[in-house]
């Protein structure tokens, strides 16, 4: 079974930061473009952030891309999203995901799932 297993998140002041963590099950992470995405309240999932093979990141909007950022540890076979300046507006659910394993475009972002991970609740209080 192919998994990406997700820790990290709860509860974080306005203002401070947060990381969460995306760890590969059954696959080899090296090959795989990550993608970090998110679920707010009343709106559809988007993209947050996206990060290559070969680490090229991708940035989703310029309210975010300044405050967030992502690397990988493929040793570790397990990638991260540092998140900084939370808004309370982005109180959500939040996913890592990768292509297919079949897909011709699995080293490269944007990311269209794929494979997800559980997703991890972040909270962000006033």
């Known amino acids: 079974q192919l998994q990406l297993v997700q820790s990290g998140g709860g509860m974080v002041k306005s203002g401070e930061s947060q990381r969460l963590s995306c760890t590969a099950s059954g696959f080899i992470l090296d090959n795989y473009a990550i993608g970090w995405f998110r679920q707010v309240s009343g709106k559809e999932r988007e993209g947050v952030i996206c990060?290559?093979?070969?680490?090229?990141?991708?940035h989703y909007g310029i309210d975010k891309k300044d405050r967030f950022t992502n690397s990988r540890d493929d040793a570790k076979i397990t990638a991260s999203l540092q998140m900084n300046d939370l808004k309370p507006e982005e109180t959500g659910t939040y996913y890592c995901?990768?292509?297919?394993?079949?897909?011709?475009?699995?080293?490269?972002?944007?990311?269209?799932?794929?494979?997800w991970g559980q997703g991890t609740q972040v909270t962000v209080s006033l």
């Open positions: 990060i290559s093979a070969s680490g090229v990141i991708m």
């Open positions: 995901a990768t292509r297919d394993p079949n897909s011709e475009y699995r080293l490269n972002c944007p990311v269209v799932g794929g494979i």
